[in-house]
């Protein structure tokens, strides 16, 4: 049940949205029920809906507002707190079978109010499987944004967003994006969002295969100026759900083309459990706009489960941001986690971000510490495609002024292996001119990785001469690896690592070929290593291991017959 405060009335006067925002509008505000509905065949360009309690609210959306190929224009917002509310917002959406059709209209549902100073807020959305959400004209990415936070103000805790349930009958769901930590649009009443605590998105839903869905559990700046958004805990995406999103930025965004505004949040992590993500993944955030987002601590990627899709070849992970504006910088002041366990169809690897779109004035996306990918056990390995390519550092446009780079080591661990692989390591990144052409990912950017680009294999007993590698200064053994290579990706130090006592004189490397250049091997970290040499067809890495004696106690054992000893 609706329930309007008197007449409706004018609080907001008109004012110049920000590219990627849609119309500006006078909104028409009105008063909403716990437990009510809000039917959406009856909304009104600029209505503004605020619940008439506080506390936990609920909210049911039913009915259709346009269709496919007569899409309406309206542009309306939904709160889950009254402005100022103080305490904590607790919003659930029930967005049933609803059909939201839009061309330049912009419908935004928001949990935590305007200018709110809240301890926690969350909001939990939820649709029907027959529903569908549609931006017509597929450019302004305008359709539908879910906000767990407020529009501006302060959050003294956390802010949760937990996304149930199916979206897009027919596949039929575009430019739908969804942030746990708040958002700053450009008639915004507050320059900043500041959450003392966590920003996490729980994704347990199917968001059916379309353009421009993403998750960020940062918050999203559209605002300019000197408007700011900070996280001072972790920002965090949790996928475990059965179905697909489109992309993942964890640690938030600066949108709508906008100059000088700020994204700060402690630190940032992507945990993948199942479900599918149709395109990339982020540890960092996007950046479109002339502003800088940081990463104070580590930023990591846990995929253990799901799969990454193929839409348009680009089935890719990133340990850093997304920068793509003229002016824009993107940092991970630790360092980035890439570990795989699980899953299917990883294409692509970067310790690093990505930097683009820069032709005139300098972008930047580093990591300031060091970038580390894990690919642990055989389920880990089998979660690669059998053409996939790992960089320890980043992928730029091909231009002197876009930055997307490693300040420290870039590290690959390849650990408790049996299974061959055929892929690309690099210890650098790649370059192009096309962002949607994945067919140049080649290791060409060759000062992406400013510290020492290493390889190890942890227990690794595999064949890994189908590999291609290269760009690599160290290569780094531990003991129990036996490995077939097809040459050293023009390392020029072997490094063995842990206690190989007792095991023998084992080939620790073969090649398919002899070893050309000269290589330093480095045992000095290593116990039970008499020595470690190559052959003299320099086709073997031969460890010649100490053996310790083994104590027996008794040193003599008489036995009867039918009886028994130890």
Known sequence: MIKLQGKCKLVLAFVAAAAMLGTAWAANEVSYENGGTIDLTKIEAGNLYKPNAEGAITVNISGDLGAKGAEDTKSFKIYGAKDNAGGSANFTVNWGKSKLYTKGGFTQIIAGGVGSDLKDSSMTFDSAETSEIYEG?????????????????????????????????NDVVYYLKATAGGLLNNDSTSDFIVVEGDSTVNFKADWKTGKGTALLAGPMIRKAGTTYGTVKGATIVNIDGGGSVREIWAAGALLGNVSTPSLTVGSAEVRILKGAVDDSVFAGAEVYANGTATVSGDASITFSGGTMGEN??????????????EGGK???????????????GIKYVFGGGMAWNCPTSETQSVVRGGSNIDIVGDGGLSALTENSKIFVGGRRKTSTSAIASVEKNGTVTFSNITKAYKG??????????NPADSNDYIADYTDSVSGDSVLVFDNVQADFSGATIVEMDRIELTSGTKLKLADLGGATVIKLTGNWTNLGTPSALTFTKAVEQDVTVDYSEATGIVSAAFNEAKTE??????????????????????????
């Open 312 to 325: 348009g070849g680009r089935a890719r992970l990133f340990g850093g941001h997304y920068v793509e504006h």
């Open 137 to 169: 004209d597929g450019s302004g990415q305008k359709s539908l944004l879910l906000a767990a936070g407020p529009e501006g103000g302060s959050v003294s805790g956390n802010t949760t967003l937990n996304i149930n349930g199916t979206l897009g009958a």
């Open 424 to 433: 690309t390591i690099s210890g650098q990144g790649t370059q192009s001119n």
């Open 541 to 566: 890495l031969v460890v010649t291991c100490k053996n310790a004696p083994i104590a027996v106690t008794p040193t003599a054992l008489k036995l009867q017959l039918g009886k028994s000893d130890t």
């Open 330 to 344: 993107g940092y991970i002041n630790g360092d980035s986690h890439i570990i795989i366990t699980g899953g299917s």
